[in-house]
Structure formats: C-alpha cells, structure tokens
C-alpha cells in the first residue's frame, strides 16, 4: 500500500468535483419512444432526474424500467432491431443527438448490474481498470484511487491484505460492491443500478442500501426495482412505469401513500 501526500496528485484524476447544486436537474427525457419492429416498447418517456437524489424505477417487470435505463447509457445501440426517438439531455448534452463519442457518455454512468460481473482480474486489477481507461498511468496515483473508490464501497477492510487475489473469490455481495469501485472509478455523474440487490442476501443488500444514501452526496442515483420496500426505504423521487408508460412520478411520500392511478394503488397493495 502507497502512503501519499495527496498534494502531489491532480484531484482531477482523483475525482474530486465542485459540488454540486442539490435541487436542478441532471437527467431530462423528452417524448422518448422506443420501437422493436411492431412492439412499442417505451412510449413517450418524459422524465426530469434532480442531481444528487436517488431516482427509483418502479414498476413490475418487463414494464421497460431496464431498457429506459439502457437508454441513459445508450447501450440500446447495441441491439440494432430498437429505433429510438426523442431527446435525452445528460446536463446540456442530448446524447442522441450529438457528436460526443459513445466511451465518454458511457464514462458519465456507473453501470451495477442485477449480477455482478468482475472482471477475469486481480481484485486490485478490477479498480484499476476503470482508472485506466480514464487515461491514468503513474502507479503511485493508481494505487491511491483504487484504495480510495475501495474504502468508498465500504471493501477495503476486507480485502486490503489479498488485493492481489482473483476477484471470483469474493462473496457474490463483496463483488457487487467491487463491480461498484470499477464504476466508481471512471468519476461518473450518474450511477446506474438495475436491480443491483436482487441476487444478494438481505445482509448485503442491506450494504448497498446504505452506500447508496451515502453515495448520493456525490453522484446522482438511478435504481431500477419492482421492490415497493426498497423504494420506500430508498426514494427521494418515485418514477413508476406500467408496459413501457409513465403512470406517476413525484415525491415518494405523496405518491406511495396516496396514489392517483388504479394501477399504481393497485401495485401498492399487491407489494405490501
């Protein structure tokens, strides 16, 4: 381990940031429609995301709260069967209109998957990755932000002494929380989290719950569930959709508690 006088080392590649307003947006969607042949799968999407909440997805499954998120990060480029239409602005850029390059819209969202998907590397390796492709090579500076993003997610305890061990011999919790790190690491605005505690035990979901209400004083947060708990326990702003619509979004306590749609009151109480 590195012992470093942090003042030799540019915050810039430490992903030290200004901080941010709390209340404007981050995320705005317009009239967004996403088509696979004759199946309209998400259809017009408008959304605003504030900046440093946590956003929750809501809704039953196969409802699109994953291919929407797939969207932000525009992997739905990668299936060329979708036409998509619309606007989706990440701050003041929309990333389907514009010429930033796909890698560094990608490098803004933190993608945690329902499984996590170490890569075939080092524990170590895995952090260091994502520092890398920033661009990051001084050895001294790697090893300072690996073990940052790494007491971040809460991991370096457990793993200090064996970073140099494959990252499949961490519990399937250590290494959502590791797949977390990676993400950490290339300093994204926006986290991405698609069901990211539905393959894990409640003592580590219970984990990532607690990260994320830590996390989101830096980053702004997108969780998809189907979990109406975890969305309570969660939320500072609801968005629930039911087959590929919006049917309410607001603030959680008013939405959850007194819905104005038959589908939503009737998704509560079939959640309770």
């Excluded at 170490?118 to 090893?143: E, M, Q």
């Excluded at 690996?146 to 370096?156: A, I, P």
């Excluded at 989290?193 to 209400?213: C, G, M, V």
């Amino acid at each position: 381990m590195y012992v470093l006088n942090t003042e030799t080392i540019n915050t810039h590649d430490i992903g030290i940031r200004p901080v941010s307003r709390p209340n404007d947006t981050i995320v705005r969607i317009e009239n967004l429609n996403i088509h696979a042949g004759q199946h309209h799968i998400l259809k017009n999407i408008n959304i605003e995301i504030p900046r440093n909440k946590i956003t929750v997805m809501l809704g039953p499954s196969g409802c699109g709260k994953t291919t929407l998120l797939k969207c932000m990060n525009k992997l739905t480029d990668l299936h060329r069967e979708l036409r998509v239409s619309g606007k989706i602005f990440i701050e003041d850029d929309d990333i389907l209109h514009t010429r930033t390059n796909i890698p560094a819209i990608r490098q803004k969202m933190g993608l945690l998957s329902q499984q996590p998907y170490p890569l075939p590397l080092s524990i170590y390796k895995n952090v260091a990755y994502g520092i890398k492709l920033k661009g990051i090579r001084d050895k001294k500076t790697i090893a300072y932000i690996v073990e940052k993003h790494l007491r971040e997610v809460g991991l370096w305890a457990e793993v200090k002494d064996r970073l140099n061990n494959p990252a499949t011999s961490l519990s399937i919790g250590q290494q959502q929380r590791l797949c977390l790190a990676r993400g950490l690491a290339v300093k994204p605005l926006i986290i991405l989290a698609d069901e990211p505690t539905s393959a894990l035990d409640p003592i580590s979901s219970k984990i990532i719950e607690n990260l994320f209400r830590e996390l989101k004083q830096h980053y702004t947060i997108i969780l998809v569930t189907h979990i109406l708990r975890q969305a309570v326990r969660l939320a500072d702003n609801v968005v629930f959709m039911y087959y590929g619509k919006i049917i309410e979004q607001g603030n959680p306590q008013e939405l959850l508690k007194n819905p104005e749609t038959e589908k939503l009151r009737k998704y509560i109480l079939e959640g309770n």
